[in-house]
């Protein structure tokens, strides 16, 4: 199956400067890469996703890059607000199938005011 | 809509019993499935259906059994709980389980389960 690894597992940054979380995945027939961020006691939303088609995508504040070649692909998230604390997950596609995914262990990011 | 639906909130279980976690979607979504998030490792599939009457095994299926006889519900049961079993499980749904596909996996409120 895929395995999907994330870093850094924990990320402090000062209020309106910028964040970034990295993943690598495993298996080359992967083609959808979702972000989740979770709230405290909530469950995982999504939040962007991209698919192998596309090299980058963007959504007001954050946007994710994927590299094929080397199987990896970040989140950015600029001018970083409190309310973007939580813990982020990304994700890959088992396979070709882009409903099954495989998660990486989670970032949590703390926003310091 | 309420989306999708997980009870209990919380439960304590002792070694070797059983009990079954409730998951209701009200989306008509085709694909469902159980997930359990422990620390550091991040959501793990546990079981997934792709419409009723059919259903499959995930990452970490053993010590679980599901069913799927509606659309709508997909309950997880844990026939002898055992200490490893503690964590978060997390039922999901998606619109559909054919390619192409949205995507996207709405999540419930999570199931908090603690084994002694």
């Known amino acids: 199956g895929e395995n999907v690894e994330q870093h850094p597992s924990t990320l402090s940054v000062q209020e309106g400067d910028s964040a970034v979380i990295k993943c690598t995945y495993s298996d080359s027939a992967s083609n959808y890469f979702p972000w989740y961020k979770q709230e405290l006691g909530k469950g995982p939303q999504l939040i962007i996703d991209?698919?192998?088609?596309?090299g980058e995508k963007k959504d007001q504040r954050i946007a994710v890059t994927l590299n094929k070649t080397a199987k990896h692909f970040s989140l950015h998230i600029t001018e970083t607000q409190p309310e973007d604390s939580a813990v982020y997950f990304c994700?890959?596609?088992?396979?070709?199938?882009?409903?099954?995914?495989?998660f990486g262990a989670g970032t949590t990011v703390t926003v310091r005011a | 809509n309420a989306g999708v639906t997980q009870t209990p909130k919380f439960q304590v279980l002792k070694t070797g019993q059983s009990m079954t976690l409730q998951c209701a979607q009200d989306m008509n979504h085709e694909y469902m499935s159980w997930y359990r998030q422990d620390p550091g490792m991040g959501l793990r599939l546990i079981h997934y259906s792709v419409g009723a009457g059919i259903t499959d095994q995930g990452e970490v299926p053993n010590g679980y059994n599901v069913s799927r006889s509606t659309t709508e519900d997909f309950p997880l049961r844990l026939l002898s709980a055992a200490p490893s079993q503690t964590s978060v499980y997390f039922c999901a749904s998606s619109l559909s389980s054919g390619v192409p596909n949205t995507g996207e996996l709405f999540f419930g409120e999570g199931s908090r389960l603690t084994v002694l």
């Open positions: 994700a890959a596609s088992f396979s070709s199938n882009d409903y099954k995914l495989s």
């Open positions: 991209i698919r192998s088609n596309v």
